[in-house]
Each structure stands twice: as C-alpha cells, then as structure tokens.
C-alpha cells in the first residue's frame, strides 16, 4: 500500500458510508483517501514527512457538500453593505449613508439582507431618497427576489416610468404613474445591478445568456477574486463540494481557470439555466456544457429553472388564494410547456432542478417530471425540487415514487434560524402551516433529502443549518419536522453527494475517494443541539489540500 501524506487520527470519523460508519483515523496520499480505520493501523501508513494531525477527539465527516447557493454572487456581495438586522428608518439610513461615505466611487451604493418589513409599512423610491437623494442606491432583500431602488437609481436604469416585463416580473407602480421603487424578481431589478458594472456575473440566473462581448482577461482577474473571497468564505465553514444554482459558461470557464491556477479550493457543480422565453434548441448549450465541463472540480450536466417567485412577494405560485387577498402568484412556464421541455431535458440525459416555493408550482414541476418518465422511460436522472416550502398533501408521496430528491433549507422555515415567524401569519393560510417546510414527512415518503443554505440568501454556515434543522420548533399545532443527527449530517454530505451524481468522488470517507473532509471544533454527538451553531470548524481538507484551518488548531 501506498505511503500517506497526510492522517487525521485519534478522531470520532463518521464516515456516513454504512458499511463502515465509524473509525478512529483517515490516511491521505495523491489527493484520494488511502485508508480509513483504527488509529494503529492507519498511523502505520505514515512516510516520512507526513503530517500527523492529532484531532483530540473531535468529529471528522466527508467535506459539507452545499447542495443550493449562489458562490459567484455570494462573493460579489461579501463587501456590500449588509443589512441583516437593521430595523427602522434611523438604523437603515445611518447604515447606508456610512456605507455610501466609505465607497464614494461606486456607481451604484448596494445593500444586501434588507427584510420586506424593515420600515414597517412597503418600501418606497421617497424613503430611499430621504437617506440618498444624490446617488444610485438600492437595497436588496434577503430572498434575493425584490429590489428597492431611489429615483437616481430608477432613472438611470430606464425604470422610472415603468417597463414592459415578462409574467411574473413586475415594476411596480405607484398611483401617481412613476414607479413605487419596488422591483419584483430579476428581468424587473437587473437594470438597477447592472449600474454597478457586475452583472454578467448574473448573466446567468438574470436571462440564461452569456456575457457579450466575452470580459477580458483584466475582467476575469477581478471576477475570480470574487470567486476565490466566495470560496474562502465556504471552506471556513467546512464545505468541499457545492451545487452553484446559477451560471452559464462564463462561470465554468472562470471556475476552470481558478482550476488551472491552483485556486479552486472545492468541487462546484454548475447548471445552465432555462427561461421560461427560450426555445427547445437552446438545450443544446447545456448538452454542449455538460460536454465540455465533466471533471473532478468542475461539472455541469443539469438544467436550472424557475417556476415561481417567493412567498413573501407573493409571488411563489399557489393553488389557493393568499390570505385576505385574490392572489396565487402565477407559474412561469405553462404546464403543457414545461412537460415538453422537462422531457427533452431528461433525453438529453440531463438532471433537473426547479425552484419551486408554492404548493402550486410544486405540483406542476412534479408534473413535469411524471410526464418526462412517462415519455422516455425510467433512469437514474435523479431529477430534484428546490425549497419545497408547501406542498400539497395528494403530492408528498410523488416524490419518493418518482425518486424526486427533495433539496431543503433548514434556516429557510420561518422562527427556525434568521427568519422572522411574521412570514407564516401573513403568506400561508394556518390550517396550511402543516404542510409548510415539510421535511421528515417528505423522507419518511421515501423522497431523498439534501440540505443546504441558499447562500447568500441566509448564512451559509453550515453549523448554523445544522442547529437549525434539529432545534426547530413545531410550528403551533403541527407536526415535528426534525429529522435526527445522523440523518442531517447525511443530507450535509453523502445525500447532497449522491443528489449531484457525485457519490462515486465524494460525500463518504472511503479509500479510493476523494480526500474531502472537514474536522468538527468538539464531539459533535455530545454538544448540546442548541450550542451546534456556535461550533466551529478546525480543519477543512479538499483533495487532499487544507484550505482552512481555525487559528491555533495543530
């Protein structure tokens, strides 16, 4: 046998591979895990100059695989102004106007984390003026599916006076025929990002489309920084592997490229994403990514989608009428359409994966799915829905019958981590609250789970997610969705793996795969569910490569 280069020993390693759950030590040579088992045994595998991590009983797992975030925009966003918390007109304008006095070049002052009820009544352009008059600013929400932008912001964008958009995108207006300043979903608000001279990194979740003319190389230098301060940001939290639910090309050759220059520190899996205009032919360019980008660090080989908004807008798609109004939201791909375009997808031998919130667009994109199966026949595409936050009684059984992975965020439901419990009072009717975040109920139907955080939609710690899906509390009068420990810990590793096709590199500690691992800052089944969150993360490995290490750890 080999010679390692690297062992973690005198650990609790559980390797969430079920023919081997527990050991005491890993080996690592050549980037791959060369041997998991007892300390004396492993240890005897060291060569000279091999490092020897004496992990003082702490938890070692598989690397955190982060099955739903955005690390290009994450990164973007990491040196915007952050509004997580801020409450009041006082607070938001001596946030902003620090912010905006700090960066006096920015073409446009940007924030992010700006909860729909931070001034207590509907944001206007007025309120934003009040505390910018004289520069393009805006503020984003924390579900990353409404703006709010001042009058310079408006009018240099062109929206002002309105625009004409596609279903489900709204300008909104206000009685005196200007815009109020609220922007709902992206065709709405990418005219105000793009003053800030970034948006073709959205490109790819704004229109499906590519950068034109393609960003030079000077661009590409300042994009992968972004990247790699994303990247940083993750692996500090033990994350290895991650699904990035956006992008286009442009994303996978900037990945590549960080790749090719040894900065790529985790295994990013990136989709081509469909919109509700494009044609069947259009597919083509994802069957041509999935082609092109098939290796270790970078992948693609799915097609990303959107059928509805988000509750808080009220625009997630609904099969009943919100409460105390007459609106459902609407689906953005009509139904006989999508079975078309989910079948050629699966022909093509593509996975899946649509945003779903609404218990309507739930049912249609499951419909989607039937009607693919149905018209090529059964595979392992491992097709998914992302969020899930209702669903249909008659519908919670479909997903485990059709093997539909269902990708959930614990911090997402409402009380369970950043998110107010004021969500659940005024967007889900309360004899519907037990069949919202639904998430023990869809495994034990059979569906498999995988977690993630959204990011930057909410921390993407996953300490954080962790605590949050096993300290949630039932929502009043309903049912306990928590699923155990081990069984989070799964979806945070093999079952995010085995949702991305990558259960054959990674998501369990077994010699021949990948060396991804992440060592927990304590004993992970003896800390307290309420102190999880708190926990840190002493070493992150990815291919065999520390890319993080907490200060003062070995």
């Known amino acids: 046998m080999s010679k390692a280069e690297l062992i973690v020993t005198n650990a609790r390693v559980l390797t969430m ?3 081997r759950p527990r050991a005491e030590a890993v080996a690592v040579a050549g980037g791959r895990i060369l041997a998991v088992g007892a300390r004396t045994e492993v ?57 905006a006095a700090e960066n006096p070049d920015l073409p446009l002052v940007m924030a992010q984390g700006a909860s729909y009820e931070i001034l207590g009544a509907p944001v206007t352009r007025q309120d ?15 579900d990353h599916h409404t703006v709010w932008a001042n009058t310079k912001a408006l009018e240099a964008a062109g ?79 033990g994350i290895t592997s991650m699904v990035n639910m956006d992008g286009n090309r442009y994303t996978c050759v900037l990945l590549q490229e960080m790749e090719e220059e040894g900065r790529l520190t985790a295994r990013v899996k990136v989709p081509f994403h469909m919109k509700p205009h494009m044609d069947l032919p259009e597919l083509s360019r994802a069957s041509a990514m999935a082609a092109e980008f098939d290796g270790e660090w970078v992948t693609s080989g799915f097609v990303k989608m959107f059928m509805d908004g988000v509750v808080d ?3 997630a798609y609904m099969l009943h009428d919100y409460p105390g109004t007459t609106e459902r939201g609407e689906p953005l791909f009509e139904a006989g359409r999508f079975k078309d375009i989910c079948t050629e997808i699966d022909r093509r031998g593509l996975q899946i994966a649509v ?13 989607g799915y039937e009607a693919a199966k149905r018209r090529n026949g059964s595979r392992d595409s491992r097709h998914r829905i992302e969020h899930i936050e209702l669903i249909d009684r008659a519908d919670v059984p479909r997903l485990g019958a059709l093997g539909i992975t269902a990708s959930v965020q614990p911090p997402h439901p409402p009380g369970a981590m950043d998110f107010p419990m004021s969500t659940m ?73 085995w949702a991305a096709h990558m259960e054959r590199l990674t998501g369990t500690l077994r010699p021949g795969l990948a060396a991804d691992l992440v060592l927990i800052d304590g004993d992970i089944e003896s ?25 003062g750890f070995a």
């Open 159 to 237: 929206l002002l006076h309105g625009a004409e958009m596609p279903p489900g995108h709204v300008v909104v207006m206000a009685a005196d025929g200007t815009a109020s300043g609220e922007l709902r979903e992206f065709e709405a608000f990418s005219p105000v990002l793009a003053l800030s001279g970034d948006l073709h990194l959205q490109l790819g979740i704004a229109t499906g489309g590519e950068p034109d003319p393609w960003p030079s190389a000077e661009q590409r230098a300042k994009d992968k920084d972004k990247v790699a301060a994303g990247l940083a940001h993750c692996a500090a939290q």
């Open 527 to 551: 800390i307290p569910p309420e102190g999880i969150g708190a926990t840190g993360i002493a070493l992150t490995v990815a291919g065999g490569r520390i890319t993080h290490q907490m200060p």
């Open 17 to 19: 591979d079920p023919e």
């Open 425 to 497: 009072e005024t967007v889900f009717h309360r004899d519907r609250w037990r069949d919202a975040y639904l998430w023990k109920t869809l495994a034990d139907h059979g569906a498999p789970l995988a977690f993630a955080s959204d990011w930057p939609v909410t921390d993407v710690s996953v300490m954080r997610g962790l605590q949050a899906a096993l300290t949630r509390v039932p929502f009043e009068g309903c049912q306990d969705e928590r699923v155990g420990l081990m069984e989070a810990l799964y979806a945070y590793t093999a079952g995010g793996a």
């Open 43 to 99: 240890e005897a595998l060291a060569r000279p100059g091999c490092r020897v991590i004496d992990a003082g009983g702490r938890t070692l797992l598989p690397g955190f695989v982060e099955s739903h975030l955005h690390l290009v925009l994450g990164g973007n966003e990491l040196t915007q102004l952050q509004l997580g918390g801020v409450e009041g007109f006082e607070p938001l304008q001596a946030a902003f106007r620090a912010y």
């Open 128 to 142: 934003l003026d009040r505390i910018i008059p004289d520069r393009p600013a805006a503020m984003m929400s924390p």
């Open 313 to 315: 807008s009220r625009t």
């Open 355 to 367: 945003h779903a919130i609404g218990d309507g667009a739930v049912r249609q994109t499951i419909d």
